[in-house]
């Protein structure tokens, strides 16, 4: 019996309509509308199309944008003056610097930058310090992790005996924006947790033995069906553009498994694209309205 396809974009349509009313509810009793400031460096195309997406997002639930188009020859005195301004203007709740930067910039300095109270991202150095440690809570997590984490809660949900508590998981690349944080929320979670990356030996014995696989390494099809244990859950987290003449717009969607093959196997699974894209918009969303309550704690409001 085929797995359960785990629908991101359903999922994220309902954690969007939960934001726009407490959203709204903000607005009436706080008089507080959330802002979210995007800062883009440069013309990246799939950077320009992300950053698009994130503002009509906004829209829809009634957060306020603020969109910063920057040449990619801006200077690291000139983006970090911005984020300071940024940090000091209390309509904005949220800051998000689009990566990846432009070679010259040093993406570190500019997110330690970022005001902790309005890292929306969750790439704050103390943001991941406290995800790295025990008994620590992140003021925000970054918005691709929880996203997957919400999806493994929601298996939880839909599927007989699966708890992420006591699972051994996999996760499939190391990367600071999806791997790194990804295996520290579920050690958080009480699963147990091997990475993957490059250097590892026999990942097809490491897939086949884990509950949980997480791929996020951005190798379509890397991860052939027949590797996944029976009932396992499958989060995919990679998109990638290959060409296909035959599809209608010359190229098709791959994530990194193999999903007809590996939906045959497993418990539930999610699509690419369709799977952990929309989640990522709908936490960032979260992370922005958690910002907004932060400043109305501390009475930091326009």
């Not at 939880?156 to 190391?174: N, P, Q």
Request: glycine share 8%; with cysteine.
């Amino acid at each position: 019996m085929a797995g359960i396809v785990l629908d991101g974009k359903a999922i994220a349509g309902r954690i969007q309509q939960e934001v726009a009313e407490a959203v709204a509810e903000m607005k009436e009793k706080h008089g507080v509308t959330p802002g979210l400031a995007a800062v883009l460096v440069g013309e990246n195309p799939a950077s320009q199309m992300y950053v698009k997406m994130k503002r009509n997002r906004c829209a829809k639930v009634g957060i306020e944008s603020f969109g910063y188009e920057l040449p990619a020859d801006t200077s690291q005195e000139e983006l970090e003056q911005l984020v300071q301004q940024l940090n000091a203007d209390p309509k904005v709740h949220g800051i998000l610097v689009q990566l990846p930067l432009p070679d010259h910039l040093d993406e570190e300095r500019v997110l330690q930058a970022i005001s902790i109270d309005k890292d929306v991202d969750g790439f704050h150095p103390i943001n991941i310090g406290r995800l790295a440690m025990k008994g620590r809570e992140p003021q925000f997590i970054p918005a691709t992790p929880y996203g997957c984490m919400y999806l493994l809660h929601e298996a939880e949900k839909l599927v007989d005996g699966f708890k992420i508590e006591g699972s051994d998981a996999v996760v499939l690349g190391r990367s600071n924006i999806v791997g790194m944080p990804m295996a520290l929320l579920l050690i958080h979670a009480n699963a147990t947790v091997t990475v993957v990356h490059s250097r590892t030996e026999d990942i097809p014995s490491i897939v086949k033995r884990s509950d949980i696989v997480i791929g996020a390494m951005g190798r379509p099809e890397m991860i052939k069906g027949e590797w996944f244990k029976e009932g396992a859950v499958a989060i995919d987290v990679a998109t990638v553009k290959v060409e296909d003449p035959s599809a209608p717009k010359g190229y098709v969607w791959k994530g990194d498994f193999e999903f007809e093959a590996a939906k045959e196997r497993v418990a539930a699974i999610t699509p690419v694209p369709g799977g952990v894209g929309p989640m990522t918009i709908a936490m960032l969303l979260k992370n922005t309205l958690r910002a907004a309550e932060i400043a109305i704690e501390k009475g930091v409001t326009a």
